[in-house]
């Protein structure tokens, strides 16, 4: 697992549905609408090509990475707090958990033993068990 994929708040962005789910697919529909000849027709549909821009940018670049690359919300609260206490990620602040993961934890149930993991046996470890996950197919919403 590459570390721009890393999160401040614990998540890998790599195991997210978009990235294990959503590009896949996108590439797939690129592909078979490329090899019908819709990038010749695309500008005859509304919006068509804005549309054929954005899939192709989903196909072959993906939506996002990281919070910490620069993609996500960036008016999330543990991105900021984090970015203000210049941790690389929470599970690595004297504070955590803090009140910013009160929702965090209930969206997404692996996140609380994800960081215990961060805390007790490192970066390695997290990698380690993240990589596991997409090798399974696991992704979160």
């Known amino acids: 697992m590459e570390d721009k994929y890393a999160c401040y708040c614990g998540l890998c962005c790599k195991n997210c549905a978009v990235k294990v789910k959503v590009e896949p697919a996108a590439r797939t529909l ?5 090899k019908l000849g819709f990038a010749d027709i695309m500008s005859f549909f509304p919006d068509g090509e804005k549309f054929w821009s954005f899939l192709k940018m989903m196909s072959t670049e993906g939506v996002c990475i990281s919070c910490q690359a620069g993609s996500g919300n960036p008016v999330c609260t543990v991105r900021q707090c984090a970015k203000e206490k210049n941790v690389q990620m929470c599970a690595l602040c004297d504070e955590y958990p803090c009140e910013h993961f009160k929702g965090f934890f209930d969206c997404y149930p692996s996140l609380k033993n ?10 390695d470890s997290w990698k ?6 997409l090798e399974k197919g696991e ?3």
């Open 30 to 34: 690129y592909d078979e609408m490329g």
């Open 114 to 123: 994800d960081n215990a993991v961060l805390r007790e046996k490192g970066w």
């Open 128 to 133: 380690k068990l993240q990589d596991e996950r």
């Open 139 to 141: 992704s979160f919403p």
